[in-house]
């Protein structure tokens, strides 16, 4: 079976630390499979935040995750420091990706790396929508 293989590129725009507490432990002693995606949701939500948005309201319209693949690299235990780093890219006319790299803060090891696919989403006429400009102009010209 083939490997999902996720490039990454060499500088991204944002980075944001996160804790691991006990919740997002498994019966192995580690950080769970599922569970990593909710670290990588909290950084998509401070990305948004940095950007000056909510993932709710990006120029009057929120996002709506619509696939996510992951590459685990090495295992994360609780107490360590997870600085993810996240960069939007691949535009097309409804979202793009967020690509993201978790690595453990004080070592530098990584963890898991990954895109998460988002689409713009209007919540009133519950339907997707444009990617709103001043979003993609902010994202293009963040150095990368």
Not at 17 to 43: C, F, I, P
Not at 55 to 79: C, K, L
Not at 82 to 91: D, H, L, N, T
Not at 127 to 139: D, M, Q, S, W
Request: charged share 20%; aromatic share 12%; hydrophobic share 45%.
């Amino acid at each position: 079976m083939a490997r999902i293989k996720i490039e990454i590129p060499e500088h991204f725009p944002f980075t944001t630390e996160v804790a691991l507490y006990l919740s997002h432990m498994n019966y192995g002693g580690h950080l769970d499979n599922a569970l990593l995606l909710t670290v990588v949701s909290e950084a998509r939500a401070r990305f948004f935040q940095f950007l000056g948005y909510t993932e709710m309201n990006v120029e009057g319209v929120g996002i709506i995750v619509a696939d996510a693949a992951v590459q685990y690299q090495s295992e994360a235990f609780h107490g360590e420091v997870m600085a993810v780093r996240m960069a939007a890219v691949e535009f097309n006319n409804y979202g793009c990706d967020l690509l993201w790299c978790m690595n453990e803060k004080s070592s530098g090891r990584e963890v898991a790396r990954g895109k998460t696919g988002i689409v713009f989403f209007d919540y009133t006429a519950r339907k997707v929508t444009l990617v709103p400009e001043k979003f993609r102009a902010c994202c293009v010209l963040r150095p990368r």
